[in-house]
């Protein structure tokens, strides 16, 4: 089983900037790609960004520029570095991970619990 904690979110202003941090523990093979993903409600979960072990990025064009994912792999850990904060990136964030549970196997999507992100105008 893999357990994903996220920490960082919270209330800023406008043009304000946030650093969210995620952990993966548990018993698995390796994580090939962590990242993140934001939810608001009545609305279905979208990408934010993601790295993956070729250090490959995949960002929303919402948030190209602003935000910044980097990866510690040794570590299992992944954060998402917030800058000139919008009110529209005010969601739920979760964190995301790649598992391959076995050697042999294949990868499944791992969730985080969600850290809410509120951005004032």
């Known amino acids: 089983q893999v357990q994903l904690v996220e920490s960082g979110g919270g209330l800023v202003q406008t043009g304000g900037s946030l650093r969210l941090s995620c952990a993966a523990s548990?018993?698995?093979?390796?994580?090939?790609?962590m990242g993140w993903y934001r939810q608001v409600p009545g609305k279905m979960r979208e990408l934010v960004a993601t790295r993956d072990n070729a250090d490959s990025t995949n960002y929303s064009d919402s948030v190209k520029d602003r935000f910044t994912v980097l990866r510690d792999t040794a570590q299992d850990t992944v954060t998402l570095q917030m800058t000139n904060l919008k009110p529209e990136d005010t969601a739920l964030y979760y964190c995301y991970a790649a598992v391959q549970a076995r050697s042999w196997g294949a990868t499944a999507a791992y969730w985080g619990k969600g850290t809410q992100v509120t951005v004032s105008s």
């Open positions: 548990g018993s698995f093979f390796r994580i090939t790609a």
